[in-house]
């Protein structure tokens, strides 16, 4: 398996739901941007699964080793690469900011899965597992940088899916919802509308195992997204959403 952003818990929570139920790799690649951090959890698999794994860095923020990544081979990619930046009242004009978001959540990421993809239809097997976002539904106030790369990111997952179908290879788009994680660390997150990294692990294993096309962590998040995709743009323009 191979997985990108190994240190976002979702990601770790995925590999111990997979290794939990069963599964098994020959070694579980773990893509990293800081693979110190990322030690601690190969160890952890190690004694607690008896499962091998292979730290590899990769920041997507500076030189992109492709000769390394173009040796991983595995029919199983699971990609929680994400940066949500600042908020929009202190990044909107914030040119690093802004940026980075877009390189992080799309422009730079894309190459590294079609690396992966082409290598998946060349074998005619495999499955991509990818976390986009709900932010990526519909522009709002509060996040429209973060999500004009996630809507990016859920239109290429959605053509990748259509072009890879007849070659055999399962795109798998997971829109969470909020999450506890580092990364919404100090937000005011409803409890009600926010998973753990454990419960988003269980529902995105279970996607995966059924070959859904797009899962959202909490079923709740689908119905929220139908009605604001709907509010009608004179109206949808004066919320402050």
Known sequence: MII?????????????????????????????????????????IQVKFFQHSEIIPLDLMNDIDYKTL????????????????????????????????????????????NLFAKKMESKRAGTMIVLSSVAGERGRQSNFI?????????AYLSGLRNYLFDKKVHVLTVKPGFMDTKM??????????????????????????????????????AIIMLIIRNIPEFIFKKLKL
């Open 184 to 221: 919404t660390e100090g937000l005011p997150l409803n409890p009600a509308l926010t998973a753990s990294p454990k419960k988003a692990a269980e529902g995105i294993y279970k996607a995966f195992k059924n070959k859904k096309n797009v899962a959202y962590v909490l079923p709740i998040w």
């Open 4 to 44: 990108l952003g190994s240190n976002s818990e979702v990601a770790q929570a995925f590999v111990e739901e997979c290794l939990a139920k069963g599964e098994k790799f020959q070694t579980i690649y773990l893509l990293s941007s800081n693979p110190e951090t990322t030690e601690k959890f190969a160890g952890h």
């Open 146 to 154: 973060y999500g004009s790369a996630k809507a990016a990111l859920t």
């Open 70 to 113: 173009e040796t991983i081979n595995s029919d199983v990619l699971f990609c929680a690469t994400g940066y949500l930046g600042l908020g929009t009242e202190e990044g909107l004009y914030d040119d690093e900011n802004t940026e980075r978001i877009i390189d992080v959540n799309y422009a730079k990421l894309v190459p590294v899965l």
